[in-house]
C-alpha cells in the first residue's frame, strides 16, 4: 500500500471529505456522545478536549501511513455542514487491506450521507492507497451501520463475539475486495 501525504479533500457529488481539525471537536464530540451513537462507537471518551487530542494525533500521519487512524470530517457541499467523520487504517496484522469507520451525527442520518462518504473512501482506499480490501466492523445488532456498508459492497463475511469488561459484543467484518 501507499501513503499520500499530499492529501487535501475528497469530493462527492454532495459531500467533501477533509482531514479533521482542532475546529472539528466540538461538533464530533456533540454527536459522538450522543447515547445512541456513542453504543456504537470504538471511541470511549467523547468529551471535547480527548476528541481535539485525537484529532491533533491523527493530523500527524499521512492517509495510508501505519500506526493507526486518520480521520475525515464530512460536510456538505452546498452549506459546509459537518455531517459525521470518516477514517481509515492500515490493518497492523493483515498486509493490503484498509480499515474504514463512519459516524454520521443523528440529524443527518437516512440521508445517505454515510453511504456517499463511504463509497468515496473505499475508493480512495483503492485506487490512491492502492489498498487490496476495504474492511469494516460494525455492532452487529447495528443495523443502519451494515446496511451502509453493503450498499458499498461491503460484505460481511465473519459474525463473532468478543468478551468486553463482562459484557459480549456481537460484532461483523465486512470486506470488499479490490477489483482486479
Request: overall charge negative.
Amino acid at each position: 500500500m501507499r501513503t499520500d501525504p499530499a492529501f487535501t479533500e475528497i469530493r462527492t457529488a454532495r459531500l467533501v471529505l477533509r482531514r479533521s481539525q482542532s475546529r472539528d471537536a466540538e461538533a464530533i464530540s456533540a454527536y459522538r456522545s450522543d447515547p445512541d451513537v456513542h453504543v456504537h462507537q470504538g471511541w470511549h471518551k467523547t468529551d471535547p478536549d480527548h476528541v481535539r487530542g485525537e484529532i491533533e494525533e491523527m493530523l500527524r500521519r499521512a492517509p495510508g501511513e501505519p500506526g493507526g487512524w486518520v480521520q475525515f470530517s464530512v460536510e456538505t457541499l452546498d452549506t459546509a455542514d459537518l455531517v459525521g467523520d470518516v477514517g481509515l487504517c492500515p490493518d497492523r496484522d493483515d498486509a493490503g487491506v484498509m480499515l474504514v469507520g463512519y459516524t454520521m451525527a443523528p440529524v443527518h442520518q437516512g440521508r445517505g450521507y454515510a453511504t456517499e462518504a463511504i463509497d468515496a473512501l473505499v475508493d480512495y482506499a483503492f485506487t490512491t492507497l492502492d489498498a487490496d480490501v476495504a474492511r469494516a466492523y460494525a455492532d452487529a445488532g447495528n443495523v443502519a451501520s451494515v446496511r451502509v456498508a453493503e450498499k458499498v459492497g461491503l460484505l460481511v463475511v465473519e459474525r463473532f463475539e468478543e468478551a468486553d469488561g463482562g459484557s459480549t459484543w456481537h460484532g461483523v467484518r465486512m470486506e470488499r475486495r479490490r477489483e482486479a
